[in-house]
């Protein structure tokens, strides 16, 4: 593993965002800055000092129609990783990852995943009410159930999901019901009166986002660029963090903890068996 300080990782990670702004901006796609990003943006101007990643939101519609700009453009340096590019995968979203580089938790060194440096793109998805009804929230389950199946078999549940039902299922059938899932969950609907919600790699977030958090997007000084956020950003980091100006006590920071991390390494250098 190659030294590094955090600021590199944060700077190799500025460079994936740049690449995927330019590409939306290329095909008119909208995505913004989210989570302890956005928060950055607002009360740093750039990365959480302590921060080692970034988040971002697109609509479940344009995820997509991202995937297919990503194909157009061929770059050597990135990939799309969705069900489909990776069936390793163990996120239910996609992650854009950078090859020829490493951010590998060490519990998953013999996991034939994708494990390079990323940017999470957690979708925005409508809803008709305020809270998810059972049925959607049933799917969302079933999408992180059925997610799981490899990683359980591989016997490392325990770091992203477990459940011991799985070892009854085929890995045909999991890969199929997580798909008709997803698209019954991500169905077309009339977004002019829904509400947003996350659904998260683990969980569901039971969190309802007004959907005029989201309505308009403008730009905002992060690091060396201007950036992308919901013109809402206030109100929705709000709801979730509360007073997110107020800098957290060095016992209340967190990071993603203990990863193999090589910025010029590709990380099937680091897999096991």
Partial sequence: MNEYTLRDLQLK????????????????IEYML???????????????????????????????????????????DYFFQDWQSDPYTTSWFPKIRMNRTTSMNRELQDYPMHSGICIDLFPLLPYKQDHLNRFDAFLAKLIVFFNAKRINDANHGAFVYENKKLKYFPVFFCDFMRSISYKI?????????????????????????????????????????????????DAFLRSYYGDYMQVPKVSERRNHGDLIIDLHKDYTAYLKG
């Fill in 13 to 28: 990670e500025l460079e994936c965002l740049k690449e995927i702004d330019r590409v939306c901006k290329k095909y008119e």
């Fill in 34 to 76: 989210a989570w302890g990003s956005a928060i950055g943006a607002i009360r740093h101007h750039g990365f959480i000092p302590w921060d080692d990643d970034i988040d971002l939101v697109i609509k479940s519609k344009d995820v997509k129609r991202l995937k297919e700009a990503f194909k157009k453009e061929n770059n050597p």
């Fill in 185 to 233: 969950l991500t169905r077309s609907r009339n977004e002019e009166k829904c509400t947003y919600y996350l659904v998260d790699g683990h969980h569901v977030f039971d969190l309802a986002l007004k959907k005029e958090y989201f309505d308009q997007i403008i730009e905002v000084p992060f690091e060396d660029g201007m950036f992308p956020i919901n013109a809402g950003y």
